[in-house]
């Protein structure tokens, strides 16, 4: 039992970050992480409970109190071996997952006082232990001959493919992208996920056994019935796991959306991310500089879009949000971030025209305002448009040169279109029958956002773990039952 602390402080253990002033000039990490005296620190105000409820915050069930004990007592490489043992991405994890609904959100000192810093400690082990290089790999099981193809390298994908390595099975991945990693490589920036990070992860799967097959994409160039029944030179495969996500995107169909300077975020991000925009003028990356940049949407894509047009030269930075700022759904701290850097929001607002200049490029947007109405579906209150005394509708234009849509994902038809069978919901996402992703092909799996629509790290983990625990079973019971 590590020395717990009596006199525990009610607030987290403060992580130290880059200035805004310094910050929105450069694309370095913002959050800066822990010291080994801070993440020992703040593992003391761990009550160390025997009934820990923080793990059932964690759909991959990490396990927090154990690898906080060990963080305790100063044993940082064999803390981030503990969260390994259920998470093969805990630096990604620690920096990116929405805790505040998660984990931390179930711990007992939140009752009272700030949660423990699970995301912040997790965050500090699994760096300890790469910065240190003391990176362990885990005695694998003997290879059993059976063979996994997992469809795209994203956190989903990558999840199968290292727990079924692991259990000795030959996993190959295929991806359509020059580089793996998925959204964590080509959507989330730099400054809040580090490209060389998510690089490190990939390379321990690899260290695994996983093999990696860049620039194929399934539908297009090979298909999963090619990959199921071994034709065109590909070896036959026991099973396939798609984790293609839901990257496509998705465009509000007004008025001026095809002018010059309206940009998906999806587009905006990619660009930036994938051909180094963000190291420009040394990366001379064909993406729009604006100085006048509204960037539709609440989420975590539309914070990520602002805060790079920003540190890309943006003078004046908007976030146009048809809701208030109660109801954003992206993660707090990148809000909090987000107005710390000048970003300004402009809450009940949507845009209903882009207008353009003769030469056919964006200069400015006609936006409606909004009142919150009645709950929706989703339990928020609905925008409606608001009008003027005399009835007409309460609009604003604002001068903008460029504009960011990042008002979700859709599902990429190229994948199911081309493999037969292969059922869809209404909205085109893989329909699943089971909780562990069992489609309606038989030996074919599906998870991640393709199965539930844009959701979170943690939870296209977590179903990439549901889905390899099942694969495993599948493969070895003599049941032939499918569904
Ligand atoms: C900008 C942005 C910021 C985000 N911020 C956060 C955050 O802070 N916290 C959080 O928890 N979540 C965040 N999310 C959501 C999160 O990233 C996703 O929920 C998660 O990445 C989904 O994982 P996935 O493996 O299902 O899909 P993806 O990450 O989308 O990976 C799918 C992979 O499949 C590949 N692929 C697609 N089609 C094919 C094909 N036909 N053949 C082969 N490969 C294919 C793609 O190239 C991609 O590499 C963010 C998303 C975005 C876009
Ligand atoms: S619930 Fe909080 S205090 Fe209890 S074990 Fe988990 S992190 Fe520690």
Redesign the pocket.
């Known amino acids: 039992m590590p020395n717990l602390n009596p006199n525990r402080s009610p607030k987290k253990t403060p992580m130290p970050e880059q200035l805004p002033q310094e910050r929105i000039h450069n694309f370095l990490e913002v959050p800066k992480g822990y010291t080994e005296e801070m993440a020992v620190e703040e593992s003391r105000r761990c009550l160390q409970c025997k009934k820990p409820m923080c793990r059932t915050g964690c759909p991959v069930a990490v396990k927090i109190p154990e690898f906080i004990a060990l963080i305790a007592e100063g044993k940082f490489a064999e803390a981030a071996q503990k969260i390994k043992e259920t998470n093969c991405l805990p630096a990604v994890c620690g920096r ?3 805790q505040e609904k998660q984990c931390e959100s179930m711990c007992v000192l939140g009752k009272k006082n700030e949660p423990v810093g699970i995301g912040r400690l997790e965050r500090f082990a699994a760096d300890y232990e790469r910065e240190h290089q003391l990176i362990h790999l885990p005695t694998k099981a003997a290879p059993n001959g059976k063979r996994v193809a997992v ?8 999840t199968v493919a290292g727990d079924l390595s692991l259990l000795g099975y030959e996993v190959t991945i ?4 020059h580089r ?10 730099e400054f ?1 996920l580090p490209k060389a990070i998510v690089e490190k992860e990939v390379d321990y799967l690899q260290q695994l056994g996983v093999r990696l097959e860049l620039n ?5 160039s090979i298909m999963v019935d090619e990959i199921l029944n071994g034709e065109n030179g590909e070896p036959k495969y026991d099973a396939v796991y798609i ?5 496509f995107p998705s465009f509000m169909h007004i008025p001026g959306e095809h002018l010059g300077g309206v940009y998906s ?2 587009e905006y ?1 990619t660009r930036s991310n994938l051909m180094k925009a963000y190291r420009f003028p040394e990366y001379d990356t064909p993406v729009l500089l604006g100085k006048n940049v509204a960037v539709v949407g609440g989420g ?2 539309a914070m ?2 602002a805060r790079t047009a920003k540190r890309l030269g943006g003078e004046n930075v908007y976030i146009i949000y048809r809701r208030s700022q109660e109801e954003l759904p992206a ?1 707090g701290e ?1 809000v909090h971030h987000a107005m710390e850097e000048g970003i300004i929001f402009k809450f009940l607002s949507a845009p209903v025209e882009y207008l353009g200049d003769e030469k056919g490029r964006l200069k400015a947007a006609r936006c409606q305002e909004m009142v919150l109405g009645e709950p929706d579906a989703s339990g928020r209150r609905r925008p409606v448009p608001k009008t003027n005394a005399d009835g007409a509708p309460a609009e604003f234009t604002i001068d903008i040169d460029l504009a960011i849509v990042a008002i979700g ?1 859709n599902a ?1 038809p ?2 199911a279109q081309s493999t037969p069978g292969l059922e869809l919901n209404q909205r085109g996402y893989i329909r699943t029958f089971t909780e562990t992703g069992r489609t309606s092909r038989p030996a074919v799996w599906a ?4 199965v539930t629509g ?7 983990m977590g179903a ?1 773990k549901a889905a390899a625990a099942d694969i495993d079973s599948f493969l070895h019971s003599h049941d032939t039952k499918w569904l």
């Not at 844009?454 to 296209?460: E, G």
């Open positions: 990116v997952c929405p469809i795209g390298a994203g956190p989903s994908g990558l295929f991806e359509a992208f793996p990693g998925g959204v964590l490589m080509y959507g989330i920036p809040r194929q994409a399934v539908g297009t984790g293609v996500g839901a990257g975020a999806n991000l975590n894509v990520d879009a993660r990148e994902g990429n190229v994948l998870g991640g956002d393709i844009a959701a979170t790290v943690i939870l296209a990439g």
